[in-house]
C-alpha cells in the first residue's frame, strides 16, 4: 500500500507563496490519484485540490482557484502544490491523501474516498 510523507508548510506572511510536496513510497504511484486537503482549527476538513494519475487533469476549490496549482513527477513519486497570494485564511493543515483508481481521467473530490493519507503540516499565513 502507498505511504504519503508530507515535507514543507510553514509560516508565510498574506501574499506569499509555499511550496507543499508529498512523497510516496510503497505502491505503483501512478495508479493513484492525489487530493489536497486542509483543515483549520474548529473546521471541518475540506477539499483543496486534486490531480489524476497523469497529471493532466486538475480541480481545485473555489477558494483557492487561481492561486493554486498541483502538479505531479510520477518519476520520483512526487506531488506538489504550489500556493500563491496566500491569505490569512488559508492558515490550516495541509493534508495529500492518495487513492487507487482505475481510469485515468479519476480525480475524486470527497474525503471518504480516500484511503492513503499523510500525517498533516501545519501552513500558517500571518496578516
Known amino acids: 500500500q502507498v505511504q504519503l510523507e508530507e515535507p514543507g508548510g510553514g509560516l508565510v506572511q498574506a501574499g506569499g507563496s509555499l511550496r507543499l510536496s508529498c512523497a510516496a513510497s510503497g505502491g505503483t504511484f501512478t495508479n493513484y490519484a492525489v487530493g489536497w486537503f486542509r483543515q483549520a482549527p474548529g473546521k471541518e476538513r475540506e477539499f483543496v485540490a486534486v490531480?489524476?494519475?497523469?497529471?493532466?487533469?486538475?480541480y481545485y476549490a473555489d477558494a483557492v482557484k487561481g492561486r493554486f496549482t498541483a502538479s505531479r513527477d510520477n518519476a520520483k513519486s512526487t506531488v506538489v502544490l504550489q500556493m500563491n497570494s496566500l491569505k490569512p485564511e488559508d492558515t490550516a493543515v495541509y493534508y495529500c491523501a492518495a487513492v487507487l483508481t482505475y481510469f485515468d481521467f479519476a480525480a475524486p473530490r470527497e474525503i471518504p474516498q480516500y484511503n492513503h493519507w499523510g500525517q498533516g503540516t501545519q501552513v500558517t499565513v500571518s496578516s
Open positions: 490531480i489524476n494519475r497523469s497529471g493532466g487533469t486538475t
